[in-house]
């Protein structure tokens, strides 16, 4: 049974910094693309980082990031754990949102359930 959980979520400052963590098992995760998505209220999913499935550390793998969240977020991988983190680092209110771990590989995609950030005063 493929799982992905998302877990770090919750109610940040302005400025301040989240890690979020997506722990997976059921497929093989060290094959898959994995990816960070978030959807805000009343907008539309959009991806945020993506991260590939070759290299053998964080620093041989090919990263890519929304214009919006660029030198503010990091995407890295740890294929012994079957973990995705996202670092959010100088928050702001507008990334506020529901955000989700997705796997894909061809046609497979899988999706976790989400975990909220919400930026806030």
């Known amino acids: 049974q493929v799982q992905l959980v998302e877990s770090g979520g919750g109610l940040v400052q302005p400025g301040g910094s989240l890690r979020l963590s997506c722990t997976t098992s059921?497929?093989?995760?060290?094959?898959?693309?994995m990816n960070w998505y978030r959807q805000a209220p009343g907008k539309e999913r959009e991806l945020v980082a993506s991260i590939s499935n070759f290299g053998s550390s964080n620093f041989g793998r090919s990263t890519n990031y929304a214009d919006s969240v660029k030198g503010r977020f990091t995407i890295s991988r740890d294929n012994a754990k079957n973990t995705v983190y996202l670092q959010m680092n100088s928050l702001n209110v507008e990334d506020t949102a529901v955000y989700y771990c997705n796997a894909r590989r061809a046609a497979m995609d899988y999706w976790g359930k989400g975990t909220l950030v919400t930026v806030s005063s």
């Open positions: 059921g497929f093989s995760f060290s094959s898959y693309i």
